[in-house]
């Protein structure tokens, strides 16, 4: 079209008539074009919303069953250990059913004299230079000698049950020697009691207590702790229902020093338990209080 020709056609009646038409053209197509764009945008975000809550359906389903199997593993659990805790209860208390009224929980220290009164059976054991013990505990205590011997070794025993005026002449030989060696009457005294254990205090009045040793070294000091048979003795009397009466380290308790030789029948339940905790029997005789 020449220059002349578009000038014309400009402000031409044809001009506004072709604007008009592309002024309606574009109000009904853009309206229309925008709405579909709308359209098709809200379905597709639909099906996006669609396909989250689908999502988050899954997901909350998946978290109740999770909750639930926790929830159902921590009340099997607490039930587990409620169990637990009540089994070792009454084990607990099965361990400590304790009568002290027992003969062979028959306490004899410092704290409880010996009985005016008191008799006991007792039995001469063989080869033992006529040594005797409460007839009652000859069946274990040979069981726990010939266990020994047939591990190889060789248990003495040089001590078993004393009298009263065996204990005082023993106690009082006892504070004659460190005299002699210069102590004085109270020190030696003292020495007596945790040594020797004065005179109706100490446990060989009962027929329940003796003094093994080895029989290559019968000397009662702080190597017998070394020799194999006190080693044997300190693991397995427990088995026969002895204990090692006068343990290291409870000299407080007990009253008496340390004797690695000194084993006390008390049974095989109370035994046990004694050895294992690593307590007394004055200890495990307060539990039933």
């Not at 909350?60 to 607490?78: C, G, H, N, R, V």
């Not at 726990?144 to 005026?165: F, W």
């Not at 380290?249 to 008496?256: A, L, N, P, R």
Request: hydrophobic fraction near 40%; include cysteine; charge should be negative.
């Amino acid at each position: 079209m020449s220059k002349r020709r578009r000038a014309r056609y400009a402000g031409s009646v044809r001009f506004y008539k072709h604007l008009l038409i592309a002024c309606i053209v574009a109000a009904i197509v853009v309206p229309t074009g925008f709405c579909a764009f709308l359209a098709i945008s809200n379905r597709a975000l639909s099906r996006t919303v669609e396909d989250l809550e689908a999502q988050v359906t899954e997901l909350q389903q998946s978290a109740q069953i999770t909750t639930a199997s926790i929830s159902a593993s921590d009340s099997s659990s607490s039930v587990s250990e409620n169990a637990a805790e009540s089994t070792e209860e009454e084990d607990e208390e099965e361990k400590l059913s304790i009568s002290t009224d027992d003969w062979n929980l028959f306490l004899v220290n410092e704290q409880n004299f010996l009985p005016s009164d008191f008799t006991v059976e007792l039995e001469t054991l063989p080869n033992t230079g006529k040594k005797q013990v409460d007839a009652r505990i000859v069946e274990p205590l040979n069981e726990m000698l010939n266990a020994m011997e047939e591990e190889g070794l060789r248990p003495v025993i040089c001590s078993a049950y004393r009298t009263i005026e065996y204990q005082t002449e023993l106690f009082e030989n006892y504070i004659d020697k460190r005299l002699a060696e210069g102590w004085t009457y109270e020190d030696a005294f003292y020495k007596a009691r945790t040594r020797i254990a004065i005179p109706g205090a100490s446990e060989h009045h009962t027929g329940l207590a003796l003094d093994i040793v080895s029989k290559t070294h019968q000397q009662l000091d702080d190597a017998q702790a070394d020799t194999k048979e006190a080693i044997w003795l300190a693991e397995h009397c427990a088995e026969y229902g002895f204990i090692l009466r006068y343990p290291e380290g409870k000299e407080d308790i007990t009253g008496i020093e340390y004797e690695s030789w000194h084993f006390r029948y008390v049974g095989e339940e109370a035994a046990t338990y004694i050895m294992e905790n690593e307590i007394t029997l004055e200890e495990y005789l307060a539990l039933a209080e």
